[in-house]
């Protein structure tokens, strides 16, 4: 895997929630860094769950907030994208799961990175190549393994 320091990330990170206990940019910084194979420049907007539904119904066609969408714009050989990141679905998700929120926003953090890159999860070959991936950052990061139950 790369070292945090070999790749050049511009993030922009849009506060567009109300939620308690929202990662600071640096945290959202140093986890997206470490997933990143190559430069990127990237927009991350943390949201409520209206605007989360609205932009799910929108671009998948799906009437649900979701924890995380990905857009990918790689244009001319520079990699940007825009991330969103519904924090009421990410926290009602860590309590249900028993994680740290902290943790799960990481684990999001990377799972977005890693889309960005081109992973996808569509089939089982792809989602196992992509969740070892997301568990090895997430261990280097000295968080648990986020597919591992009742750790």
């Known amino acids: ?6 790749t050049k990330l511009s993030l922009a990170v849009q ?25 990127a420049s990237v927009t ?7 605007e989360g539904r609205e932009l799910n119904k929108a671009y998948r066609g799906k009437d649900y907030a979701t924890n995380v969408l990905t857009f990918v714009y790689d244009e001319d050989g520079s990699l940007s994208g825009d991330v969103v990141i519904c924090a009421a679905v ?32 569509e089939n089982e070959i792809d989602a196992e190549a992509m969740e070892a991936l ?9 968080y648990p393994d986020p597919y591992r139950i009742n750790q």
């Open 134 to 142: 997301e568990s090895a950052l997430m261990l280097k990061l000295r």
């Open 44 to 50: 991350l907007r943390i949201v409520d769950e209206g």
């Open 1 to 6: 895997m790369n070292n945090k320091n070999t």
């Open 90 to 121: 990410v926290s009602r998700e860590a309590a249900e799961q028993s994680k740290l929120l902290a943790a799960h926003y990481a684990h999001l953090a990377i799972h977005a990175a890693l889309h960005l890159q081109g992973y996808d999860h």
């Open 15 to 39: 506060y567009a929630s109300a939620a308690d206990s929202l990662p600071t940019r640096a945290q959202f910084r140093r986890w997206f860094q470490r997933a990143l194979q190559r430069d």
